[in-house]
């Protein structure tokens, strides 16, 4: 099992930046993705960034040149600076890690955390 917990979110105006952290715990060996996930009213969900082992990113089209992931494995965290906000970007954001034990694929969320960009 693994636990991820997400901080950072917040309220903010349009223009301005946040930077979201997720902290993974527990059987962490051998996760093989990290990345994030968000959530408007009255959408679907769109998986923002995300980071394979190896390194490479990829970003949903609406965020690429404004938002950034990156990953510290020494804490077992992904974070997600988030620049340029604009109020289409209010949704809660989810982390997520994809871990592959044993040939089975397991998907675990976090909480969540409310991003609110104001015009």
């Known amino acids: 099992q693994v636990q991820l917990v997400e901080s950072g979110g917040g309220m903010v105006q349009a223009g301005e930046s946040l930077t979201l952290s997720c902290v993974a715990s527990?059987?962490?060996?051998?996760?093989?993705?990290m990345g994030w996930i968000r959530q408007a009213p009255g959408k679907k969900n769109e998986l923002v960034a995300d980071?394979?082992?190896?390194?490479?990113?990829d970003y949903a089209e609406s965020v690429k040149g404004r938002f950034t992931i990156f990953r510290d494995h020494a804490k077992n965290s992904v974070y997600l600076q988030m620049n340029s906000l604009k109020p289409e970007d209010t949704a809660t954001y989810f982390c997520r890690a994809l871990q592959v034990v044993q040939g089975t694929l397991y998907d675990y969320w976090g909480q969540g955390t409310q991003v609110t960009v104001s015009s």
């Open positions: 980071m394979r082992s190896g390194e490479n990113a």
């Open positions: 527990g059987s962490v060996d051998d996760i093989a993705q």
